[in-house]
C-alpha cells in the first residue's frame, strides 16, 4: 500500500522511493511472510510480473504508483537484480525461468559452486552468489535482455535503479566491470538523460570509487555502525577518518569535503561539551 502512504512520504520531505524488484520471481510471493525478501531476489524473468501473484502487484499497479508519486513530486527508484537469476536444487536451473534463457547455456557460467575466494575477481564475477545461478552477463543475449527490461521500467513510468550486487557482474579486473557499467549507463541515459541509478558494491572506498564514472554508489564503509562517521561520533581517532575523507574528496561525484570536514567539527565539538559538562 505505498500509494497510500505518499501523501505523508511527501509532508515528510522525502522527495524519492525505492521499491523492492518487480520482477518475476521463482515462486509467488502474494501473502507470502515477511522473511520471505529473499525471493524477490531470485528473479525469473526480465520483465514486470504481470501474474497477479507477486506481493508488489501487476504492471498496471506499478505505473499508478509512479503517476500518483510525480504528482506529489516524488522520483520512483527500482531495485533491479540483473547479476543473477533463481536456483532450484544442487545448482540447478529453477523451472520458473524463462525459457529461452533457461535452456541457452552460453547465458550461464555453470560453476555450479559458490564464491569461496572473495580476493579474486574471476571468483566472484563467475562463481555463484549464495548459491543463486550467476549468469554470463558478457553475453549479447543476456544484456539485450536486461535492457529491455529496463526500457521497460521507464516506459513505466521508473525515474532510476538500484542496481544489486554490482562488482560481481561481468568478467575480469575492476576496471572491466565498470566499464560494463559505464556502458549500460550510455544506454538508459539515451532513453532517460536524467536516470538516476546506484549501485549496491560492498567494499572499500578505493574499488566503489572505480564505479563512480558510472552510477552513485553506497558508501557502505562510510555509513556502517563501524564506519568512518559512527567511529569518529564515538571519539576515536579522526586522523583515519581523514584519510578516507582524502580517498572521498578524489571522486567527482562523492560528498563535498567541505560538509565532510563541518559534520566532524560539529561532532568534535559536541564531544567536548559533554566532556566538560561531565
Not at 552477463?137 to 539485450?144: D, L, P
Not at 572521498?248 to 560538509?259: E, H, I, Q, Y
Request: proline share 3%.
Amino acid at each position: 500500500n505505498i500509494i497510500e502512504q505518499l501523501p505523508t512520504i511527501a509532508v515528510q520531505g522525502f522527495t524519492s522511493i525505492q521499491v523492492s524488484p518487480i520482477q518475476k520471481a521463482k515462486q509467488p510471493t502474494m501473502g507470502s511472510p515477511v522473511n520471505d525478501w529473499w525471493t524477490f531476489y531470485q528473479p525469473a524473468e526480465f520483465a514486470i510480473d504481470n501474474t497477479g501473484v507477486n506481493a508488489m502487484g501487476t504492471k498496471a499497479d506499478f505505473m499508478n504508483l509512479c503517476e500518483t508519486a510525480h504528482e506529489y513530486g516524488i522520483y520512483v527508484i527500482v531495485d533491479v537484480v540483473a547479476n543473477h537469476m533463481a536456483a532450484d536444487y544442487n545448482y540447478s536451473r529453477s523451472p520458473a525461468i524463462l525459457d529461452d534463457i533457461r535452456n541457452d547455456n552460453s547465458c550461464w557460467h555453470n560453476r555450479n559452486s559458490n564464491i569461496n575466494k572473495y580476493s579474486s575477481r574471476e571468483n566472484i564475477t563467475q562463481y555463484d552468489l549464495d548459491s543463486v545461478l550467476d549468469l554470463n552477463t558478457g553475453s549479447k543475449k543476456v544484456q539485450t535482455y536486461v535492457l529491455n527490461y529496463l526500457k521497460e521500467l521507464i516506459d513505466a513510468g521508473a525515474d532510476g535503479f538500484r542496481f544489486d550486487a554490482v562488482k560481481y557482474i561481468y568478467y575480469g579486473d575492476t576496471a572491466r566491470s565498470a566499464d560494463f557499467w559505464n556502458w549500460y549507463m550510455q544506454e538508459l541515459r539515451a532513453i532517460k538523460p536524467d536516470i538516476y541509478c546506484v549501485g549496491e558494491c560492498w567494499s572499500g572506498e578505493a574499488e566503489i570509487l572505480e564505479y563512480y564514472g558510472a552510477m552513485n554508489c553506497f558508501n557502505f564503509a562510510m555509513s556502517q555502525a563501524e564506519g568512518t562517521v559512527a567511529a569518529a561520533a564515538k571519539g576515536f581517532s579522526i586522523s583515519k577518518t581523514a584519510k578516507r575523507k582524502q580517498v572521498l574528496s578524489s571522486s567527482r561525484k562523492m560528498a563535498r569535503t567541505t560538509f565532510v570536514n563541518r559534520l566532524f567539527s560539529e561532532m568534535k565539538r559536541e564531544r567536548l561539551k559533554a566532556s566538560r559538562l561531565s
